[in-house]
């Protein structure tokens, strides 16, 4: 059986790409880069290793010893990591980081492409194996958007565009055409979370991908803990790219999102 490296952040998608990967007949070396992995990924998985992303060295050996060439790397990990200080990076990671122009998320990856292309390692589209998580064109749930939502939902998707085209973020929170929030070096939950109190219940979250999405990495997803970030601060409506974005725990977020009067769309 071909072997695949998985290289795994936070959230249920890696536990969607293994199962995926496995039912394909692939053999999967996963290896956890946080400590809050989700632990049902060792299920599916014919090898696992915790190996923290700031490791870059020791995981590049791993897959040289195990003979992977080919990866997709999915999951949530945010850069706060660099600048927390919870782990110091390898030697590689200091070299990559060392030689970066800047520290913008798709410099940070696709620097660390090529160097698995010094390995003969192929980095493949986050997408490839679970395509059909991405919903089409829609409202999701049973609830409307109402036309005040669908003018917010038009405004917030332009905003989060403009955010990505600058490689600063994908979410943007807004409320009665006024942007709350915008997603940085925080992350998507945090974001909800920060503009949904200002805007002090009803606001509207826009979640796309970036004008020039690299499907290898950062594909937008949504999931479970977005719909409960929202709950938490009375959000009232989400906008997603249509056929671009990730809904992972689909039933799930639509149960809580009917639970709680929540209307979700696919623009």
Do not use: W
Not at 57 to 78: A, C, E, S, Y
Not at 99 to 118: G, N
Not at 167 to 196: F, H, N, P, S
């Amino acid at each position: 059986m071909e072997r695949i490296g998985l290289l795994a952040g936070i959230g249920s998608l890696p536990v969607e790409i293994a199962r995926a990967a496995k039912e394909l007949g692939y053999e999967v070396y996963a290896v956890a880069l946080l400590k809050d992995t989700d632990a049902r990924l060792k299920d599916y998985a014919d090898d696992y290793r915790e190996i923290n992303v700031l490791k870059v060295g020791k995981i590049l050996k791993h897959l040289r010893q195990n003979d992977i060439h080919k990866v997709t790397m999915i999951g949530k990990v945010t850069k706060e990591l660099l600048f927390a200080k919870r782990a110091l990076p390898d030697l590689k990671a200091m070299q990559i980081l060392m030689r970066v122009p800047d520290r913008k998320d798709d410099t940070i990856m696709l620097a660390i492409i090529e160097e698995l292309k010094k390995i003969d390692v192929e980095v493949f589209d986050q997408t490839e194996l679970i395509r059909k998580l991405m919903p089409g064109k829609g409202v999701l749930t049973r609830r409307q958007p109402t036309e005040a939502e669908r003018r917010d939902m038009e405004f917030g998707f332009q905003m989060a565009k403009e955010i990505g085209r600058m490689d600063v973020g994908q979410t943007v929170v807004v409320k009665d055409m006024a942007v709350m929030a915008l997603e940085a070096i925080e992350g998507t939950d945090a974001c909800i979370l920060r503009g949904g109190k200002l805007a002090g219940g009803g606001a509207v979250v826009a979640k796309v991908a970036k004008p020039a999405q690299d499907s290898r990495f950062d594909v937008p997803t949504v999931g479970l803990k977005t719909l409960q970030m929202m709950v938490e601060t009375g959000a009232r409506a989400l906008v997603i790219e249509a056929d671009a974005t990730l809904l992972a725990e689909r039933e799930a977020v639509i149960d809580l999102a009917e639970a709680n009067d929540i209307t979700i769309m696919a623009m």
